[in-house]
């Protein structure tokens, strides 16, 4: 990969880091329009990150971070680990943001700011010595700051696994470590550990609960949410583009599931008085979704970036830390903003791959280093890769018949030896006979003149044949690897690489989709509760 920006890149980088130092620049006006400065510096996050991959790359190759892109006929060589380049660059904006996001709260209500030289009795009058900090949103910043401590340990913790090559029962934990100042400040700032009871099931709570307090357990869950997610898209891996592409997507939902509780339209379902109103309410959750808008702006526009360099075909290699990353990020702004429930939502096809390779993970069933598709030099096409079986290592029996029901319903694919017999040719196999004319042999031979070289019929014998058909019978040779992945190719057929990743990110757009529709439309139907605000009060209906 070159190391250097072709003109039109240069220009162009330098066309969108102008522009976005001077949108900042021009945000220290009125309130500060932290929104806007957030866009502006994720575009300055994409430039920067373009470049340093770029720049970087043949560094890291250097110093051993190169891998083998084995989907392609060369198998070249290309640098690995670069989202640990995209992490640190997500790390510094957020950084960066800070003054901006709380540039209203300084100016307006401290000292520091608007007060140095104008009395405003009204505030005045509220304390007695001092800088005017009450009105500072000290909860704020703890949580903007809890995700920033998360997402900086998330990111050392991968570039360890990326430098060391941890083994996986070793780092699944590694982003419980990594979360535990978020769960810290949640558990001062917040506590809530309640959650609604569904309608189904309030004729069996006693004196009719609507809330449940699950105390320990709700940390317990939001720790195994932070540790599902990014594993989650670490093991939906193994093909150009796919890691960034579907972290792009679900960052993407995530962005139009907060836009819903902040811009009003019509027809939206949260904002909404009634269908035939065009008054609005402001959602009480507003700024917890202005936070995770803060997070998830940046850590789309270092993605889009790493994307560019990571997709078919790849000139790099994002490695384990962008993919820790990208769930944790994830995890932090479902947990601070309370969407939990909403992002599993719309990790329908994380949450079916991991529960698809639960037995290949858990040893069940032998799993290779890589599980990744098996690319078919001849054609260049994917197609689905296996786990073979010896002759004299046969699954158990609690595994063939899991093998046999999976395979009933479309979920494997079975390669199973058969024995064919194969029958002798007894009417058209021609013998020369001594007066150098052919004849045709048959079962019974009866010549005028005998032949002097005779072929005698062939008996029967077995020949070793393989088949994939559902429902055959014999020794089992291979079976497909337990991937979403593999599982899509057995169904879709031999595919290119870069065709199978877009069909698999259109996918996960339909499933996440689907997930928000299932979380505005028909939450109610479960929880007798909806987003809409029914007289201006926010109210079960």
């Not at 099931?201 to 709700?218: A, E, Q, T």
């Not at 962005?255 to 339209?265: E, M």
């Not at 601070?336 to 069940?364: A, D, G, M």
Request: charged share 15%; net charge positive.
């Amino acid at each position: 990969m070159s190391s250097t920006l072709d003109r039109k890149e240069t220009w162009s980088l330098l066309s969108l880091f102008g522009g976005s130092l001077a949108v900042l620049a021009n945000t220290f006006q009125g309130d500060g329009a932290p929104v806007v400065a957030s866009i502006a510096f994720s575009v300055l996050a994409f430039t920067v990150t373009y470049a340093f991959v770029r720049w970087s790359g043949p560094s890291f190759a250097k110093a051993g971070m190169k891998g083998k892109d084995l989907s392609k006929r060369d198998a070249r060589e290309i640098p690995e680990g670069m989202g640990s380049v995209a992490a640190a660059v997500f790390i510094l904006v957020l950084m960066a943001f800070i003054p901006f996001a709380f540039y209203k709260d300084i100016v307006a209500a401290t000292s520091g700011g608007g007060n140095r030289d104008v009395t405003i009795p009204s505030i005045l009058s509220q304390v007695d010595t001092g800088r005017l900090l009450h009105r500072f949103p000290h909860s704020k910043l703890s949580s903007y700051q809890s995700a920033l401590n998360t997402l900086q340990a998330t990111t050392i913790l991968g570039l360890a696994d990326d430098i060391l090559d941890l083994r996986w029962r070793h780092k699944f934990f590694i982003p419980a470590v990594a979360s535990l100042p978020l769960l810290i400040v949640y558990y001062v700032d917040f506590g809530v550990t309640s959650v609604v009871v569904p309608n189904f099931l309030l004729r069996y709570m006693p004196h009719g609960v609507r809330l449940i307090d699950l105390g320990p357990f709700y940390y317990a869950y939001m720790s195994a949410l932070s540790i599902f997610a990014p594993n989650s898209i670490n093991i939906l891996a193994g093909i150009n583009g796919i890691e960034v592409g579907q972290s792009i997507v679900v960052a993407g939902l995530l962005v139009l599931n907060s836009s819903l509780y902040l811009v009003p339209f019509s027809g939206n379902p949260v904002l909404t008085n009634n269908a035939n109103s065009t008054t609005y309410t402001p959602h009480p959750a507003t700024d917890s979704h202005l936070l995770s808008l803060y997070i998830l702006l940046p850590f789309l526009a270092i993605s889009l970036a790493l994307y560019i360099h990571n997709r078919y075909p790849a000139r790099v290699f994002v490695g384990d830390t962008y993919c820790y990353v990208a769930g944790m990020t994830f995890a932090v702004v479902a947990i601070l903003s309370h969407f939990s429930k909403t992002l599993l939502l719309l990790l329908i096809p994380q949450i079916f791959n991991f529960v698809y390779s639960v037995p290949q993970l858990f040893k069940l069933v032998p799993c290779p280093r890589h599980r990744l598709p098996r690319f078919n030099a001849r054609t260049g096409l994917l197609e689905p890769s296996v786990t073979p079986w010896e002759a004299d290592k046969q699954p158990k029996p609690y595994l063939m018949a899991a093998f046999n029901l999976l395979e009933r319903f479309g979920l494997l694919q079975i390669t199973r030896q058969a024995t064919v017999t194969a029958k002798s040719n007894t009417t058209a196999s021609p013998i020369e006979t001594s007066n150098g004319h052919l004849r045709k042999s048959s079962s019974v031979i009866s010549l005028s003149q005998s032949p002097t070289i005779s072929t005698p019929p062939r008996s029967a014998s077995p020949l070793p044949q393989t088949t994939t058909k559902p429902g055959a019978t014999g020794r089992i040779v291979a079976t497909s690897n337990l991937t979403i992945i593999n599982l899509y190719l057995v169904h879709r057929g031999p595919l290119r690489e870069d065709q199978l990743c877009r069909e698999l990110l259109l996918l996960q757009a339909a499933c996440g989709l689907l997930g928000l529709f299932i979380r505005h439309k028909l939450a109610m139907f479960l929880f007798g509760m909806d987003n809409r605000p029914v007289g201006g009060v926010w109210s079960l209906v």
